[in-house]
């Protein structure tokens, strides 16, 4: 279990749910920092493909491949850890029901960390008898290469958890960034309003994709450009964090553009589905 080191914790033993583009990103940080990882993600070769980019991830990065693999297990279901941190589907209501599940689970000592963009932690600790041990821990793609980490606090989050957690991220080498519990957070409430108005200078007929990108490129030096980032993201994940913007501060300027909706529709997800704004 969790050993007091100072004013941290050291989280020897930690449990990442989910083995998409996130939580792989996220397993693997966790594990180069050298410490133990149970994987968990209940969809069929969910986990062989989280351990494949791993492994893409590393090799490209020149870090130790077999050392750090070797330090994650996978998991047929929710197992005993220091920290669990979440990465399935920007769904709210399964969210919350993985957070029971996990209350019930693991130790009373625990601290449940979510990788949510949006939803708040709030509600996340509310489904659970430890509202002091749960907090958001919001990772950003690639979770191996960016450094930034959103700390939220929810009403309920301890001062000590949320401590234990900005040193955690230190120590993976992550600059965390403490932000309130509120809709979207920091990132995301400035982030998706920009994406949706790149998609809405689209639908108006105003620029190409290739021109608004770099126009976001040259003229704001971003690395990337918003469309080509929606694309990154996942246009059904750009639309979801939108929904929750919209419905939680109660302001129609941050309904999603029609235009990501169509695209949702029509399954042009970005690059996870071949075809987004533009085809992989």
Known sequence: MALIASASVEFEHVLVVGAGQMGAGIAQVVAASGRRVSLQDPLPGAIDRGFAAMRRSLERLDADVEGTLARIAPVDDLVSADLMIEAINEDASAKEDLFRRADAQLPPGAILASNTSSIPITSLGAATSRPERVIGMHFFNPVPVLKLVEVIRGLGTSDETAQAIVALAEDMGKTP???????????????????????????????????????????????????????LIGLDTCVAIMEVLWHGLGDPKYAPCPLLRQYVQAGRLGRKSGRGFYAY
């Open 177 to 231: 960034a403490e932000v309130r519990d509120s809709p979207g957070f920091v990132s995301n409430r400035i982030l998706m309003p920009f994406i949706n108005e790149a998609a809405y200078a689209l639908l108006e007929g105003i620029a190409e994709p290739e021109a608004i990108d770099t126009v976001a490129k040259l003229g704001f030096a971003h690395p990337i450009g918003p469309l080509a980032l929606a694309d």
